[in-house]
C-alpha cells in the first residue's frame, strides 16, 4: 500500500467513482505545501547512513552512436500477433504497448506493424517513386533528388481499420493488455513532401479522380485514393520522429493519408497510377469492407472514427493501492482535432471532462489526464471522446448493433475498465 | 527588400515557370517500358487485363499444389481467408463477396503465393481464378476466363455495396 498525504474534499470531486477536480491536486499543493504533496513527505530526524550507489563511484560508460533504452526497460516491446504462424508467417502484426508509454509520440521502434506480406528488404539505391497514368508527364523519382524538396513536417496517428478486433468479435472480453487490444494505433511526427507538389509537377489530367498507390513489397498492396484526398493534405513521408521512415513503416518512403484508415497509408511507396475510377483492389473488395447488420456492405470507408483509450490504469495492470491516481489515456479522430474527453469512473452514469494535453493536434493522437482518488472499491472507468465536427463514440452495444456479427473492423466503441477491490484492471463489455 | 516582401514575388515568377508551382521539378520522364505490370491494376470492365486463359479444371490442380495449405483442401477450411464460400472461418470469401471478378486475377498474380509472389504466369492466374468462381458456383467448370470473359462476370454481390467516399466522403461512416 502507499500512503498519500494529499486528502481530498469533498469539493474535489467532480463526478462518481473518486473523479476530482482537473486543478485539485494544484489547490492541495498551493495550500499544503510542496513538501508534503502526494506523498513526498520528507522525514524528519532520520539519521542513518545514507545509501551511496555503486555508480557514483566509478567513470561511467563511453558515448555513443545510437542510443537505446535502459536495459530494465527490455520488456517493453510491441505485442506479436500472428494468425496465421504455421502457414503465413509473414502476414504478421505488432502491437503498440501504450500500457508502458506515457506520451504522444510513438517511439519509432515501437509503432505497431501490420503486414500482408511481410517486410520488404528495400534497396534505396534501386527505389524509384513512379507517378504515371493519366498525367500529362509520367515522372520518376529517386530519394537523393526527392531530398531536395520542400518538406514539411506534421504529427499524425495511424490506425489500422482492424484496431481493437478482439473486443468487436470476441464473446467474452479477453484479459490483455493494450498492446494487443489497441496497439494497432500509434502517432509519430511525419516529415516529406506535400503530395500536391509531385503530382502538380507530372500534371494530373481532370479525368483522373482516383490514384492507385502500389508498395515496393511482396503483395506489391495497392489502393485507390481518391485524388482530392492526395492533393488536400497527403504526405510522401521521407523521415519518422526525425529519422529516416523505419523499415517495418516503408522505408525509403511511405504514403501518408491523415485520418484514413492504415492500410491506405502505403509502405514502400513506389507506384502513383491516376486513374478515372477506382480498382476495386484485394483490400478495398474484401479485406477492408465492412459487413452491415442488414446483409449489405460498405466500400471506401476511409475515415477513422472519434475514439479514446485509458492507457493508465488499463488491463492487465494491478493497482498499487487505494488514493491518488491520475488516470491517463490517448484520443484521436481522422475527422480532426478532439474536443473534449470525459471520463466516468461509475460506470457511465456520471461523467467528469478530462484535461486535454496541449497542442490538440488534428488527425493526431491527444493525451488527457484526469486525477482520481480509488477507494479501494470496484469501479468501471470508461472515457468517451468527440472530435471538433461534434462526432462521439459510440457504446460497444450501439457500435455492435450496426454491423454483422463478423466484422471486426473501425471498431471506435469505448472502452469499458473493471477494477476489482483487490485491484486488479480487467477488460470488460459495458 | 523583407523576406515578406519577396515571397509573393518568387511565387508569381515559379508558377509563371511551368507546372511545378512549389517543388524544384526534379522527377525524371519515366518511359511505358520502365512501368512493371503490377504498377497499374486490371480495372473492373477489363482494362488492363493481359493476354491468356485458363480454366477451372486447370486451376484446380495449381490450387492443390499452390495455394491449399493456406486457404484450404477445398477452399473453406482456411485457415487464411477460404476464397469460397459459405464458410465457418471468413465472412467475406474473395469467390462470391468481392464485387469485380478481375480483382481476383489481379491479385492472385501480383501478391500469390505469400512466399512467391509474381510467380505464376497469366494463364496460371486466369486459371485460379476460374477455379475459384467455379467452386463459389459463379461461372461453369469449362468457361475459360481470360480478358474477356473475366470482366463480363457478374458478381453475385455486386449490387450490395454503399460507396460511402461517394456518399459522405471522409466523415467515418
Known amino acids: ?430 | 527588400m523583407s523576406m515578406r516582401k519577396l515571397i509573393p514575388a518568387a511565387a508569381v515568377l515559379f508558377c509563371a515557370n511551368g507546372a511545378w508551382a512549389e517543388g524544384p521539378g526534379l522527377g525524371q520522364a519515366l518511359s511505358a517500358e520502365e512501368i512493371p505490370w503490377y504498377a497499374s491494376y486490371a480495372m473492373p470492365d477489363g482494362r488492363g487485363l493481359p493476354e491468356g486463359g485458363g480454366t477451372a479444371a486447370v486451376g484446380a490442380g495449381i490450387y492443390d499444389g499452390k495455394c491449399a495449405a493456406c486457404h484450404g483442401a477445398t477452399g473453406v477450411e482456411g485457415p487464411v481467408t477460404p476464397p469460397v464460400g459459405p464458410n465457418d472461418i471468413w465472412a467475406k470469401p474473395a469467390g462470391r463477396y468481392w464485387p469485380y471478378a478481375t480483382t481476383l486475377f489481379d491479385y492472385i498474380r501480383r501478391a500469390m503465393p505469400i512466399d512467391a509472389p509474381k510467380s505464376l504466369t497469366n494463364d496460371e492466374a486466369y486459371a485460379l481464378a476460374a477455379f475459384i468462381l467455379y467452386r463459389n458456383g459463379v461461372i461453369g467448370e469449362a468457361e475459360a476466363m481470360n480478358a474477356q470473359t473475366l470482366p463480363a462476370v457478374v458478381m453475385p454481390n455486386r449490387d450490395n455495396f454503399t460507396d460511402v467516399w461517394a456518399k459522405q466522403g471522409a466523415t467515418p461512416w
Open chain 1, 1 to 430: 500500500m502507499t500512503h498519500s498525504s494529499f486528502n481530498p474534499t469533498a469539493l474535489d470531486y467532480v463526478a462518481g467513482g473518486g473523479l476530482m477536480n482537473r486543478r485539485s491536486l494544484l489547490r492541495a499543493a498551493a495550500i499544503g505545501g510542496g513538501a508534503t504533496f502526494a506523498g513526498l513527505t520528507i522525514p524528519k530526524g532520520a539519521r542513518a547512513d545514507p545509501l551511496i550507489p555503486d555508480w557514483v563511484k566509478v567513470a561511467g560508460a563511453r558515448a555513443r552512436g545510437y542510443g537505446m533504452p535502459a536495459e530494465q526497460e527490455a520488456d517493453v516491446q510491441r505485442a506479436i500477433i500472428e494468425p496465421y504462424k504455421e502457414v503465413a508467417p509473414s502476414f504478421s502484426i505488432s502491437g503498440t504497448p501504450h500500457q508502458k508509454l506515457r506520451g504522444t509520440i510513438t517511439p519509432s521502434g515501437l509503432h505497431y506493424e501490420l503486414h500482408h506480406g511481410g517486410r520488404p528488404d528495400v534497396d534505396p539505391d534501386q527505389h524509384r517513386l513512379m507517378i504515371h497514368g493519366l498525367v500529362d508527364r509520367p515522372l520518376k523519382f529517386d530519394l537523393d533528388s526527392l531530398g531536395r524538396y520542400p518538406m514539411v513536417t506534421e504529427t499524425h496517428f495511424l490506425e489500422c481499420a482492424g484496431n481493437s478486433l478482439f473486443n468487436a468479435i470476441m464473446p467474452e472480453p479477453m484479459q490483455a493488455g493494450c498492446d494487443v487490444l489497441h496497439g494497432l494505433l500509434s502517432n509519430s511526427e511525419w516529415t516529406g513532401i506535400p503530395m500536391s507538389v509531385l503530382l502538380d509537377e507530372a500534371g494530373v489530367k481532370p479525368e483522373g479522380r482516383w490514384v492507385v498507390a502500389v508498395g515496393n513489397d511482396g503483395p506489391s498492396l495497392a489502393r485507390s485514393i481518391p485524388i482530392e484526398k492526395l492533393m488536400d493534405d497527403a504526405i510522401l513521408a521521407l523521415y519518422q520522429n526525425g529519422e529516416r521512415v523505419r523499415p517495418e513503416q516503408g522505408y525509403p518512403m511511405r504514403l501518408l493519408v491523415p485520418g484514413f484508415e492504415g492500410n491506405m497509408n502505403v509502405k514502400w511507396l513506389t507506384s502513383l497510377w491516376a486513374t478515372d475510377a477506382p480498382a476495386h483492389t484485394k483490400d478495398e473488395s474484401g479485406e477492408y469492407t465492412e459487413l452491415l447488420a442488414d446483409g449489405t456492405s460498405v466500400e471506401f470507408t476511409f475515415g477513422m472514427g472519434v475514439k479514446s483509450i485509458i492507457t493508465h490504469p488499463s488491463s492487465t495492470m494491478t493497482m498499487t493501492g487505494n488514493g491518488f491516481y491520475e488516470i491517463s489515456g490517448l484520443a484521436w479522430s481522422g475527422a480532426g482535432p478532439i474536443r473534449k474527453v470525459e471520463i466516468s469512473a461509475d460506470g457511465g452514469a456520471s461523467w467528469a471532462e478530462a484535461e486535454l494535453v496541449q497542442p490538440v493536434l488534428s488527425r493526431a493522437t491527444t493525451r488527457f489526464r484526469l486525477p482520481w482518488h480509488w477507494e479501494g472499491a470496484p469501479t468501471l472507468l470508461m472515457s468517451r471522446a468527440e472530435d471538433l465536427t461534434g462526432a462521439v463514440q459510440p457504446t460497444r452495444s450501439d457500435w455492435k448493433a450496426r454491423y454483422d456479427p463478423s466484422n471486426f473492423l473501425h471498431n471506435n466503441a469505448i472502452q469499458a475498465w473493471q477494477i476489482t477491490a483487490e485491484g486488479m484492471v480487467q477488460n470488460v463489455y459495458a
